[in-house]
């Protein structure tokens, strides 16, 4: 509950200060303005951290009312305000991206603004429904650019989710624009306010709903995607193929030994080791790749664009990243960890999820096997250099499921 504390607490503030400037005779629009610009910028930098989903604003709700109150200069400097703090919160941006992102808000907002105006004050009701059809449209239109432009693929996997997970906010300001330009049109300002409140609350309440989408994809020891975040992204990178015929890699991988570091250390140090090893092949993945957790050892990546020989390759490189040095657990002591591995790669491989995944977990079982016999000719009880020796007893080579 506590993460519903602040935003509730947010609303009750602009409430009360609306409501208190429209019984002292003030203008209570102009107090709301002020107070929601202030409250979407922190809206706004809160949902840029975190790295699920498209930020929420209410960048058109504030430009129809800003043009029917003040003027289209007061709905453009708030709709590039809003534009600035995007900018801000994400400096890795590349110039491109800035740019875009940029004008994501203010040429929405000058194309809003401009409709807008364009119907006359009679008809109110039309001229902001017309005026957020366009700024949907300019938005999506930008948003899309953004994407295809960024050299990282993984947005695009994720672009249709995110703007259908979008699109009931955005249709929500639409029809709210259109019912607060009627208000304003009337002189109703403490309607208003209240309409912005509510839209403000609306946002802080879709917003919650994704987060709370995102955090069931993500898994809570390891920090990378779990296995029903996987099989959305397999289903989207499958029909990312499917379309634009993009080749993709699925490497599946299991840490040697797992039941003998539980046996031995602990199911504490067995934690030990699964985030180490989850954060390892996050920092030496491609850009784009997604890192998964989707059994109690075993961790899948997919690989978006790549050929069957550097994929490979990839598979390799992480193995050793994760080899190259011991795993230091709380208790002082140092385990050498490998992991065996098998990949998959699509076409060759398969086009659909089942024939992928039962070839890459084939050629993980053939990796399992050569471990284990490899293991069987090493002298028991062996040690490199100061660490631990990984294995006590005779390994089992079956999956076992280690509490998440």
Same mark, same amino acid.
């Given at each position: ?61 504030? +430009?129809?009312?800003? $043009?029917?109150? =003040?003027?289209?200069?007061? /709905?453009?400097? !708030? &709709?590039? @305000?809003?534009? *600035? ?29 401009? +409709?807008?105006?364009? $119907?006359?004050? =009679?008809?109110?009701?039309? /001229?902001?429904? !017309? &005026?957020? @059809?366009?700024? *949907? ?39 709210g624009s259109a019912v607060m330009a009627y208000e304003m049109a009337q002189g109703h300002f403490p309607l208003v306010a209240l309409l912005l409140v509510m839209l403000f609350a609306f946002s802080l309440t879709s917003h919650q709903l994704v987060l ?193």
């Amino acid at each position: 509950m506590s993460r519903w504390v602040r935003p509730m607490y947010t609303i009750v503030l602009v409430v009360l200060a609306a409501a208190g400037w429209g019984w002292a005779g003030l203008p209570a629009f102009d107090a709301a303005l002020l107070f929601l610009v202030l409250g979407i910028i922190l809206l706004d930098a809160y949902h840029l951290l975190l790295p699920g989903g498209l930020t929420y604003s209410l960048t058109l709700p504030l +430009v129809v009312a800003g $043009v029917a109150h =003040s003027g289209p200069g007061t /709905a453009l400097f !708030l &709709a590039m @305000a809003d534009g *600035l703090v995007r900018i801000v919160m994400n400096p890795k941006w590349s110039w491109t991206r800035r740019i875009i992102g940029l004008s994501q808000a203010t040429v929405a907002g000058a194309l809003a603004a401009w +409709v807008y105006l364009q $119907v006359p004050p =009679s008809l109110s009701v039309v /001229a902001g429904g !017309l &005026a957020g @059809a366009a700024f *949907l449209a300019a938005n999506v239109t930008l948003v899309v650019l953004m994407v295809l432009t960024d050299p990282d693929p993984s947005p695009r996997l994720r672009l249709r989710p995110a703007l259908r997970a979008t699109f009931q906010l955005q249709l929500l300001e639409v029809v709210g624009s259109a019912v607060m330009a009627y208000e304003m049109a009337q002189g109703h300002f403490p309607l208003v306010a209240l309409l912005l409140v509510m839209l403000f609350a609306f946002s802080l309440t879709s917003h919650q709903l994704v987060l709370a989408r995102f955090e069931s994809r993500q898994d809570r020891l390891t920090k990378v995607w779990n296995l029903r975040g996987f099989a959305d992204d397999m289903q989207i990178s499958l029909d990312l193929y499917h379309q634009t015929k993009k080749p993709f890699g699925l490497i599946l991988m299991d840490i040697d030994a797992f039941k003998s570091i539980n046996d031995t250390y602990g199911h504490d140090a067995g934690n030990d080791v699964l985030q180490v090893v989850a954060q390892r092949l996050r920092h030496h993945v491609r850009p784009g790749d997604g890192v998964y957790r989707i059994g109690g050892e075993e961790f899948a990546i997919i690989l978006p664009d790549i050929q069957r020989a550097p994929l490979d390759e990839r598979m390799r490189h992480l193995q050793e990243a994760v080899r190259r040095e011991p795993i230091a657990l709380t208790d002082g002591t140092s385990l050498e960890v490998t992991v065996s591995a098998g990949a998959a790669w699509c076409p060759e491989d398969g086009t659909d999820y089942e024939s992928l995944f039962r070839r890459a977990d084939q050629a993980l079982y053939r990796a399992k096997e050569r471990y284990y016999a490899q293991l069987r000719l090493e002298p028991r009880g062996e040690t490199r250099g100061d660490t631990t020796p990984l294995l006590t007893s005779e390994p089992d080579p079956g999956l076992h499921y280690q509490a998440r």
